[in-house]
Each structure stands twice: as structure tokens, then as C-alpha cells.
């Protein structure tokens, strides 16, 4: 018998057994203490009064409605065998960059899962039986227990017989991937495992250790997301938008207070004597002028963060998106443009007030249909790695289900330092090292000619990402 064979058996005797009757005995919603809720309460009353936020929400609420039917009729025509798999997941990645963008489904354990998934199978026509079965919603939480089993051995199966990398199909993705569709079909039962709302409610788990096992994390969530619906009288989109926005209140409470002790610190230590560095047009033009350059001369190319920001920019529009540059910088010229000329004359609303002051500080950021794809950093001698690495946390926790390249561009002398932040237990625990790419600023300006004559796509950055030994990009 095939290894395919045998991944696909295994699965078969996991659906029996999702089928059979089962005794399900009812869930105890005593998983909040009267503390908790007091505090999730506490929380409801001051979101409700941010109405900036509220009227945000309530207007997703509204595009996420029409999309949900988009996606309602596209799922049935699936599951009654009207359209088959290639169909179902190219019409899944066209729209989901499109009119279902509203739902956020093109990250890690979305969209780029459900293509590997496709890709990587062998037989299509049995996979696309088994997934009918998958994405059906359950009617007992035992019931989807059993399926999400199911589909994590299934997975475990193709790997073992080496028809696919971990890498590729990560099998702790499939709790997000099935509760899309379950949501789509119940929305008030079934929850989707997104990131910053799984944070806010499993925060304080009554059961103490976070849980290892992916499918048993996802149903203590489904639990506790479910009584919280109760207790708060909220539907649970509500209830999702009370999560993300009390998630972002802390991370930009966390934000100020650390730029607070920064400033004060810095203030009461002694100023440092920095070697004064000339921009790379200034070195260029010298050169070319034989005039020489204070201090010795070398091959060393030092870049200002202005020339950066306007190379970044410039590369931004070339690759067909739009920028953003910190409106700090929109007054500042480089190569005869002004800043504020190559950005957005201001931010699209991506959050509610506070935290969209916060990405606004961000150096310069790529975006595409008003969503953020990429951010750039910019660190030297003179600025701080801290602040730099924790907005863009920031962003990363603000949106932790979206596709995005987080960006730090260094000097290569700077290199050691930033890995030694990323390995402080502030950065470490939140598993940074996996999200923040490194650039050599001496990279990208030796490649600025070429990128800026031939790049095509985003994807031009990747290419000039640094691989260390002791870093997972």
C-alpha cells in the first residue's frame, strides 16, 4: 500500500469515528472568575464610549455581512460538488485580496495554507472529499473536536510519508483554517481563531499553562469566547472588535510608557559622542569632485535616514504601492523631493486614534487597497533599536493574522546589536526573531540603482534580507 494511501486511510478512520453518535456531555461555563468579568466589563463600557472606534467597527460589520453571503454561496457550491477544489481556492485567493478582505483571511493559516494544502496533495479528487467533510459545520463541540483531529492527522499522515515539508502545511494551522468556514456557516457558535483575539481572551486562563496541543487551545477558546458572548450580552463580532481594540489600548499603554522611561532616561544620562555621519549623496558628490572628506577616507558608504526613507519611498511607488513616511519627515528633502511629496498626504484609518499615532511614527510603510504589506524601520548610530523593534511589534499586534515584511534597515556594524535586542525576553517571548527582517543599509544602497531600473514587485526586498546563524526570518 502507498504512503498516500495510507495518509488517506488514517483520515478515513478518523471521519468514522467523527460520525458516530457521541455522548456530549454540556460545557461549563463557569471558565471567568468575578474579577475577570468585572474587568471585561470595565472594558465594554469605555469601548462603547470611543465612538471613533465603534463607528469603525460597525462599518466592517456592515462590508463583513455582504462578504460573509459572497462566501456563503462560493462554500455551498463546494460542498454540493458545483464547483471542484482548484476552483473553490482560486476563487478563495482572488477574493479574499478583494471584497472578503474584510474577515482577514490571507495570512499564514488562511489563504497560504489553503494553497499549500491544494498544491501539495496528490490526489485531488479525495482531498476535495475529505475537506467537504471537514469544513462542514459541527453541531457539538465533541463533533469538531473529532475534525479538527482528523484533519491535524491527515496532515501529520502526508508529512510522515514525505509528501510534504512541516514547513509547508503546518498541521497547528488548521484551527484557524476550519473555523473560517465554520464561522461563515454559525457565526455565533463558532468563533475563528484569529491571533490578537485569541491573546485577549486566553490571557488569563482560570487552567493556569497555556496549552501545547492546537486543537485543545482552540476549544478552551471557543468556550471562553462563548461565555464571554453571555456575560456581555454581545454578538461575537462585537465581542471580537472589544477584544482587538482592548489588545491595541494595552500595546499602546505599553508603547508610552516605554518611550516615557526612554526619554527620561536619556535626558538624565550624558549625551554620547557620535562620529557626525554625511549623507551618501554628499559621499557620492565629493567623490566625484575630488574634493575629500573630513576624517579618513574610506570605502565605507554611510546613509542618512533621509536618503533611506526616499530610497524606500522610491521603491515603494516603483513596485505599484503606496507610501507612507512619518509625518515628522514630510518637510525633509532628498535629491531635490521633498518627503511629504513622495507620501500619503495622510494615513489611511487602520486603527482607532492612539494607535493609529503610533503607526504613523513608523519610518515608511507599503500599502496595497489601504492595508499595510510591508514596514521599514530605520536604525543608526543615533536611534534607538528599542523604539524602532516595538513599532513594529506594534503593528505585528495590531494586525497578527495579515501577510506583512517587517523590516529593520542597519548598518552592518548595527547588526549584533539588533540580534541582541531581538533576544531580550521583551522581544524574545513575542517571537520577533520569526517577524522583524534584518537589511544591510549597505545593501540596499549598493542594489538602489538596479532595484529602482527593474523591480516589479514587493517581493524585490526579499532578496536583500540578511540570514544570520542565529536568526529565523
Request: aromatic residues 10%; proline residues 3%.
Amino acid at each position: 500500500m502507498s504512503d498516500s494511501h495510507l495518509s488517506e486511510q488514517a483520515f478515513m478512520v478518523c471521519m468514522r469515528m467523527c460520525l458516530s453518535p457521541v455522548k456530549v456531555e454540556r460545557d461549563s461555563y463557569n471558565v471567568w472568575s468575578s474579577e475577570q468579568i468585572s474587568w471585561w466589563r470595565s472594558r465594554q463600557k469605555a469601548y462603547l464610549a470611543d465612538r471613533t472606534a465603534v463607528e469603525q467597527d460597525q462599518a466592517i460589520d456592515l462590508h463583513r455581512t455582504s462578504a460573509q453571503q459572497e462566501i456563503l454561496w462560493v462554500l455551498n457550491s463546494f460542498l454540493d460538488g458545483t464547483i471542484g477544489l482548484k476552483a473553490f481556492n482560486t476563487t478563495f485567493q482572488q477574493r479574499s485580496q478583494g471584497s472578503w478582505s474584510v474577515f482577514h483571511l490571507r495570512g499564514m493559516s488562511g489563504g497560504l495554507f489553503f494553497n499549500q494544502l491544494v498544491q501539495r496533495v496528490q490526489n485531488e479528487e479525495t482531498f476535495a472529499h475529505l475537506l467537504r467533510l471537514m469544513i462542514q459545520v459541527p453541531d457539538e463541540r465533541r463533533e469538531a473536536q473529532l475534525r479538527m483531529q482528523a484533519f491535524v492527522r491527515f496532515l501529520e499522515g502526508m508529512i510522515s510519508a514525505k509528501q510534504v515539508q512541516r514547513a509547508q502545511v503546518q498541521p497547528a494551522r488548521v484551527p484557524f483554517f476550519q473555523s473560517i468556514w465554520w464561522h461563515v456557516q454559525a457565526q455565533e457558535r463558532w468563533p475563528i481563531f484569529y491571533g490578537d483575539v485569541r491573546r485577549a481572551i486566553m490571557a488569563e486562563s482560570i487552567s493556569g499553562a497555556p496549552l501545547s496541543d492546537p486543537v485543545e487551545t482552540y476549544l478552551s477558546f471557543h468556550t471562553r469566547f462563548l461565555a464571554l458572548t453571555q456575560e456581555l450580552g454581545m454578538t461575537s463580532w462585537v465581542l471580537e472588535h472589544l477584544c482587538r481594540w482592548a489588545v491595541r489600548q494595552e500595546v499602546a499603554s505599553d508603547t508610552t510608557k516605554y518611550e516615557k522611561r526612554h526619554a527620561s532616561s536619556t535626558s538624565m544620562s550624558k549625551p554620547s559622542s557620535i562620529p557626525k555621519q554625511s549623507c551618501v549623496l554628499t559621499r557620492r558628490a565629493e567623490a566625484k569632485s575630488h574634493q575629500p572628506t573630513n576624517g579618513k577616507v574610506s570605502g565605507e558608504i554611510i546613509a542618512c535616514r533621509t536618503h533611506l526613507q526616499w530610497l524606500l519611498a522610491k521603491i515603494g511607488h516603483k513596485v505599484g504601492c503606496q507610501v507612507w513616511i512619518a509625518v515628522s519627515d514630510h518637510t525633509k528633502a532628498c535629491n531635490d523631493e521633498r518627503l511629504g511629496d513622495l507620501s500619503l498626504p495622510s494615513l489611511p484609518i487602520l486603527a482607532d486614534s492612539t494607535f493609529q499615532k503610533v503607526i504613523g511614527k513608523i519610518d515608511v510603510l507599503w500599502l496595497k487597497d489601504q492595508e499595510v504589506i510591508a514596514a521599514y524601520e530605520i536604525e543608526q548610530a543615533c536611534t534607538d533599536v528599542s523604539i524602532s523593534l516595538l513599532r513594529l511589534y506594534d503593528l505585528k499586534a495590531l494586525f497578527p493574522d495579515r501577510q506583512m515584511t517587517l523590516c529593520l534597515v542597519a548598518p552592518r556594524e548595527r547588526f549584533e546589536k539588533v540580534q541582541f535586542e531581538l533576544s531580550r525576553p521583551a522581544f524574545y517571548m513575542r517571537d520577533m526573531q520569526k517577524y522583524c527582517a534584518l537589511i544591510s543599509e549597505e545593501l540596499l544602497l549598493e542594489q538602489e540603482e538596479h532595484i529602482l531600473r527593474w523591480a516589479t514587485s514587493p517581493a524585490v526586498i526579499d532578496d536583500l534580507i540578511h540570514h544570520g546563524n542565529e536568526r529565523e526570518l
